[in-house]
């Protein structure tokens, strides 16, 4: 609900800002403005919010947070109006219009806020009312730059309004700040929880999606021994076979000895006919291999986002809602894309890759960590490399360091002992060996870690039930 006339005068009215002045100016989102003024005495901040329903001008406790960057109209404020000096500020003929009088450098300029729900502005004029610039650019009503801005015509009152109790101590700048941060607080949760829903509705799908075909490619493969004992058979009548044939008879020991034709390339020899089913056969194994490992990837991501699902529907704190909308579900997206060589793992809010080989960390090296990511490799024992993708402007907490060490243990020769000495740093104080193997890296600035392992970690991030 909006504020009535009898509010904004009351609002108005606590407001102790002439001969203050105007020091900072924000706009946080596309409909609100933060003013922040100073006088002898201390600093104060008025919101003035435009959003329809919500229209209103009070007082806040401190400067919110900027969701976008710098808007045209907050450049204007800056350049042309910061550092001026309030005159007066009052509500003009009980109409929801406030008018704050500024001098600014021997400037006389008028900042007009129009508190309408279905018209809400905020418009900057000089002292004639000829329009300097406009929070809503709206050519028909001339507000817009060169235009003149003219107050409405008074109108009689239709009804009665009263200044709403609202609970709460304080003034009634502070009441209507308390119930407007809670409602919006309200909406705001409820907006982005179902923005991250339907993020990992989006990812479900897609990896649902990349599963299907990859099992259907899978029962492809399925059949890869018969292109071996299609050539074993091949072999073992080469005598049979002549080059140019088409076909050749042979009796199959695999399957009781039936009598079955087997179709040969007329431009190959014997031999090389066998050979072309051999090597149909190593494509085939090595393919299905590799399906069987994006298989289980697929499947993991898919337990993770379930996971995601269910701790998100249940999250009350918008700061980790939004982490979640701005981190993980991109990278998501880029591992259902195009998946990463090796094993991915979730640590809350974090991506965890594990290479498996020397070609598996050389990849991962090369094309999916950045500078910043982190880098963890256990120091007695042969083992994967496993990353941490970093989030921007956050350290990695203690917890996900130590689920990423119990990766790193699990997936090298000293998994039996179930302890063993880590070494993390960066990827770049990655120095890779000159002339050494592929994917062999000399790290610096190293710090070391131990580790024990703990099951409950590796099938909490393993999906395994426990």
Same mark, same amino acid.
């Given at each position: 609900?909006s504020l009535n006339y009898k509010e904004?005068?009351?609002?108005?009215?606590?407001?102790?800002?002439?001969?203050?002045?105007?020091?900072?100016?924000?706009?946080?989102?596309?409909?609100?403005?933060?003013?922040?003024?100073?006088?002898?005495?201390?600093?104060?901040?008025?919101?003035?919010?435009?959003?329809?329903?919500?229209?209103?001008?009070?007082?806040?406790?401190?400067?919110?947070?900027?969701?976008?960057?710098?808007?045209?109209?907050?450049?204007?404020?800056?350049?042309?109006?910061?550092?001026?000096?309030?005159?007066?500020?009052?509500?003009?003929?009980?109409?929801?219009?406030?008018?704050?009088?500024?001098?600014?450098?021997?400037?006389?300029?008028?900042?007009?806020?129009?508190?309408?729900?279905?018209?809400?502005?905020?418009?900057?004029?000089?002292?004639?009312?000829?329009?300097?610039?406009?929070?809503?650019?709206?050519?028909?009503?001339?507000?817009?730059?060169?235009?003149?801005?003219?107050?409405?015509?008074? #109108?009689?009152?239709?009804?009665?309004?009263?200044?709403?109790?609202?609970?709460?101590? =304080?003034?009634?700048?502070?009441?209507?700040?308390?119930?407007?941060?809670?409602?919006?607080?309200?909406?705001?949760?409820?907006?982005?929880?179902?923005?991250?829903?339907?993020?990992?509705?989006?990812?479900?799908?897609?990896?649902?999606?990349?599963?299907?075909?990859?099992?259907?490619?899978?029962?492809?493969?399925?059949?890869?021994?018969?292109?071996?004992?299609?050539?074993?058979?091949?072999?073992?009548?080469?005598?049979?076979?002549?080059?140019?044939?088409?076909?050749?008879?042979?009796?199959?020991?695999?399957?009781?000895?039936?009598?079955?034709?087997?179709?040969?390339?007329?431009?190959?020899?014997?031999?090389?006919?066998?050979?072309?089913?051999?090597?149909?056969?190593?494509?085939?194994?090595?393919?299905?291999?590799?399906?069987?490992q994006d298989i289980a990837n697929h499947?993991?991501?898919?337990?993770?986002?379930?996971?995601?699902?269910?701790?998100?529907?249940?999250?009350?704190?918008?700061?980790?809602?939004?982490?979640?909308?701005?981190?993980?579900?991109?990278?998501?997206?880029?591992?259902?894309?195009?998946?990463?060589?090796?094993?991915?793992?979730?640590?809350?809010?974090?991506?965890?890759?594990?290479?498996?080989?020397?070609?598996?960390?050389? #990849?991962?090296?090369?094309?999916?960590?950045?500078?910043?990511?982190?880098?963890?490799?256990?120091?007695?024992?042969?083992?994967?490399?496993?990353?941490?993708?970093?989030? #921007? =402007?956050?350290?990695?907490?203690?917890?996900n360091l130590l689920d990423a060490g119990?990766?790193?243990?699990?997936?090298? #020769?000293?998994?039996?002992? =179930?302890?063993?000495?880590?070494?993390?740093?960066?990827?770049?104080?990655?120095?890779?060996?000159?002339?050494?193997?592929? =994917?062999?890296?000399?790290?610096?600035?190293?710090?070391?870690?131990?580790?024990?392992?703990?099951?409950?970690?590796?099938?909490?991030?393993?999906?395994?039930?426990?």
């Amino acid at each position: 609900m909006s504020l009535n006339y009898k509010e904004i005068d009351c609002i108005v009215s606590e407001i102790d800002i002439v001969n203050s002045h105007l020091q900072k100016i924000k706009q946080p989102n596309f409909h609100t403005l933060y003013l922040e003024f100073y006088k002898p005495g201390g600093r104060f901040g008025i919101n003035i919010c435009l959003a329809p329903g919500k229209t209103r001008l009070h007082l806040v406790p401190g400067a919110p947070a900027n969701e976008i960057k710098l808007q045209r109209f907050a450049q204007f404020m800056r350049s042309r109006i910061r550092g001026g000096r309030v005159c007066s500020m009052e509500q003009i003929n009980s109409d929801r219009i406030v008018k704050m009088n500024i001098t600014r450098a021997g400037e006389e300029l008028v900042l007009w806020f129009r508190l309408w729900s279905g018209a809400a502005n905020i418009i900057a004029t000089d002292d004639k009312g000829i329009v300097l610039d406009a929070f809503y650019r709206r050519p028909g009503r001339g507000e817009v730059s060169g235009g003149t801005f003219n107050l409405p015509e008074p #109108k009689p009152l239709t009804r009665e309004f009263s200044i709403r109790e609202l609970p709460g101590e =304080g003034s009634f700048n502070e009441k209507i700040c308390s119930f407007y941060e809670t409602d919006e607080h309200t909406e705001d949760l409820v907006r982005f929880r179902e923005k991250v829903l339907k993020k990992i509705s989006a990812d479900e799908a897609k990896a649902a999606s990349t599963l299907k075909k990859l099992e259907k490619k899978a029962s492809q493969y399925g059949q890869f021994e018969s292109y071996k004992q299609t050539g074993d058979l091949l072999m073992s009548n080469i005598h049979l076979i002549n080059k140019g044939d088409r076909w050749v008879k042979v009796y199959n020991y695999y399957e009781d000895n039936a009598e079955i034709e087997i179709e040969l390339d007329q431009t190959l020899s014997p031999e090389k006919n066998a050979e072309n089913y051999y090597n149909r056969y190593r494509k085939a194994k090595s393919g299905i291999e590799k399906v069987e490992q994006d298989i289980a990837n697929h499947k993991l991501i898919i337990r993770n986002l379930q996971s995601d699902r269910e701790r998100m529907e249940a999250e009350e704190d918008i700061s980790i809602l939004k982490e979640f909308l701005n981190s993980i579900p991109k990278q998501i997206s880029k591992d259902i894309k195009e998946r990463a060589p090796g094993l991915s793992y979730r640590s809350g809010p974090y991506t965890i890759l594990v290479g498996r080989s020397a070609a598996e960390n050389d #990849k991962l090296l090369r094309n999916w960590v950045r500078g910043n990511d982190v880098w963890l490799h256990t120091r007695d024992y042969p083992g994967g490399y496993v990353f941490i993708k970093t989030i #921007k =402007g956050k350290s990695v907490p203690l917890e996900n360091l130590l689920d990423a060490g119990n990766l790193a243990l699990f997936y090298s #020769k000293g998994r039996n002992s =179930g302890r063993g000495e880590l070494y993390y740093t960066q990827v770049k104080y990655l120095r890779r060996a000159k002339d050494g193997p592929r =994917g062999l890296v000399l790290p610096t600035q190293e710090k070391n870690l131990t580790i024990t392992l703990e099951q409950q970690r590796l099938n909490r991030m393993m999906g395994v039930e426990d």
